[in-house]
């Protein structure tokens, strides 16, 4: 009896904790929904903002699923709140948020980016779908209630959203990577190209010389040689054979 006391008490805290948890959140949303441009700017610009803002659902306050429709009105109020002219005494920042909204509105209308969009936000839920049925086998195994936290369809959205942000993350630091080595191994194969360049010019050069010079270095060797030849016969024709001494006989 007291293990089901204190098991229906835990329960009822946890039913309690979640409620909290979702009014909070709705809450959250209602005043998202509502912000003001200035508030708009800075959910844009916040601490993070560059990931943030790599789901463009996240940036522009929309549900996935929405309809073109609903994606233009979306897009229209936000930029309309957000936009320099609008902000003239914040034109710098209000410049880089619209900028924000403007890049997640364009990406959602190519066909192609807004499926790798979609493809990101579903492999988060599979994930959060994953894990906790992953929980609950190991609360099934130690003999617990199999309930858990992300039962709660506002605590399982949250999850969902906080897994997608981080494979989106993910993505872009692997883009930014594959970026880096790509630009490296393009600087590199041109240093390359440059080198073989020197090389192939100082060949060049180095056979002009050689061509432009051959005349001179012939006529020197001719030169060499027929000095040469001079002097050998000057020399023979000082050296003169000693005489032959006769020998007397008494």
């Known amino acids: 009896r007291w293990r089901a006391f204190y098991g229906?008490?835990?329960?009822?805290?946890?039913?309690?904790?979640?409620?909290?948890?979702m009014r909070i959140v709705k809450q959250i949303e209602k005043r998202d929904s509502v912000l003001t441009s200035k508030q708009q700017i800075d959910r844009l610009l916040r601490p993070g903002a560059s990931y943030f803002n790599l789901n463009p659902f996240?940036?522009?306050?929309?549900?996935?699923?929405?309809?073109?429709?609903?994606?233009?009105?979306?897009?229209?109020a936000l930029s309309i709140l957000v936009h320099p002219d609008k902000n003239q005494d914040d034109p710098d920042r209000s410049q880089?948020?619209?900028?924000?909204?403007?890049?997640?509105?364009?990406?959602?209308?190519?066909p192609e980016q807004k499926k790798r969009a979609l493809d990101v936000i579903h492999a988060g839920k599979e994930y959060v779908e994953h894990m906790v049925k992953e929980k609950r086998k190991q609360l099934k195994k130690e003999g617990k209630p199999l309930d858990v936290e992300e039962d709660d369809p506002e605590?399982?959205?949250?999850?969902?959203?906080?897994?997608?942000?981080k494979l989106f993350a993910e993505l872009e630091i692997k883009r930014k990577e594959r970026e880096a080595k790509e630009m490296h191994e393009r600087k590199?194969?041109?240093?390359?190209?440059?080198?073989?360049a020197e090389n192939a010019k100082r060949q060049r050069e180095w056979q002009k010389?050689?061509?432009?010079?051959r005349d001179g270095r012939v006529d020197s060797w001719r030169n060499f040689q027929a000095k040469g030849k001079s002097k050998e016969k000057k020399n023979?024709?000082?050296?003169?054979?000693?005489?032959?001494?006769m020998e007397q006989r008494e």
């Open 8 to 21: 229906a008490a835990a329960g009822s805290v946890y039913m309690l904790t979640c409620i909290y948890l």
């Open 209 to 213: 010389n050689f061509e432009e010079t």
């Open 58 to 76: 996240e940036v522009l306050q929309i549900d996935p699923e929405a309809t073109d429709d609903e994606l233009k009105k979306r897009f229209r």
């Open 236 to 245: 023979r024709s000082f050296l003169k054979p000693p005489k032959v001494k």
């Open 155 to 165: 605590m399982f959205k949250q999850a969902v959203y906080k897994q997608t942000m």
């Open 188 to 196: 590199r194969a041109r240093e390359e190209e440059i080198e073989a």
């Open 96 to 110: 880089k948020a619209f900028e924000a909204v403007d890049k997640a509105y364009k990406l959602l209308l190519d």
